[in-house]
Nanobody, 115 residues
Framework: QVQLVESGGGLVQAGESLTLSCVASGVKFLFDSIDWYRQAPGKERELVATGRIAGSAISADSVRGRFTVSRPRNKNTVYLQMNSLKPEDTAVYSC?????????WGQGTQVTVSS
């Protein structure tokens, strides 16, 4: 059974940093990609970053230059390093992966940035 577990969220002040972790388990192979999404209250879910076997990348322009995504070689783990956090980064951050026709989501971790 595939499980994605996020951790590392919390309450911080603007300008501070957090590192989120997403660990996918339950399989004996590497997922090609593991995505980080976020959803703020009243807003649509947004793709933030993707950790790929072939290389990771930030997708959201609003976080480019402040967030870094990384994926250790040979692991179904993706980290999201978030620096210079802003109140508008407040959201539930979730990770997602896919295998064939199946999509798997984690339960999410809350990030709250106070001004």
């Amino acid at each position: 059974q595939v499980q994605l577990v996020e951790s590392g969220g919390g309450l911080v002040q603007a300008g501070e940093s957090l590192t989120l972790s997403c660990v996918a388990s339950g399989v004996k192979f590497l997922f090609d990609s593991i995505d980080w999404y976020r959803q703020a209250p009243g807003k649509e879910r947004e793709l933030v970053a993707t950790g790929r076997i072939a290389g990771s990348a930030i997708s959201a322009d609003s976080v480019r230059g402040r967030f870094t995504v990384s994926r250790p070689r040979n692991k179904n783990t993706v980290y999201l390093q978030m620096n210079s956090l802003k109140p508008e980064d407040t959201a539930v951050y979730s990770c997602k992966t896919r295998f064939r026709e199946h999509t798997f989501w984690g339960q999410g971790t809350q990030v709250t940035v106070s001004s």
